[in-house]
Nanobody
């Protein structure tokens, strides 16, 4: 059972930056696809970004392209989400997820493990 712990959320102003981190409990992390999703109040959970086990392949939601960057450090069992030029519409609970497959999925269903989430609030 892989446990994921997110950190780095907070309250910021529009235009500011935040970096989220997600640390996994298992060394198998290095062979897992990792994703970030978010869920705003009253809305469904949506894809934000994902990265292959090697870090060579990444995918982003159109709404965050050019502003957010996903990266990973397999030696530290950690995946990051660097968020720049934050907007009020980025306000949500952000979840880290892990998938055993080699495919970089952009939907929630393939992801087997989820963190507890970290709140990001962007004020205007």
């Amino acid at each position: 059972q892989v446990q994921l712990v997110e950190s780095g959320g907070g309250l910021v102003q529009a235009g500011d930056s935040l970096r989220l981190s997600c640390t996994a409990s298992e060394r198998t992390f290095s062979r897992m696809t990792m994703g970030w999703f978010r869920q705003a109040p009253g809305k469904e959970r949506e894809f934000v970004a994902a990265i292959s086990w090697s870090g060579l392949y990444t995918r982003y939601a159109d709404s965050v392209k050019g502003r957010f960057t996903i990266s990973r450090d397999n030696a530290k069992n950690t995946v990051y989400l660097q968020m720049n030029s934050l907007k009020p519409e980025d306000t949500a609970v952000y979840y880290c997820a892990a998938d055993d497959s080699l495919v970089v999925h952009t939907t929630t269903l393939p992801y087997d493990y989820w963190g507890q989430g970290t709140q990001v609030t962007v004020s205007s």
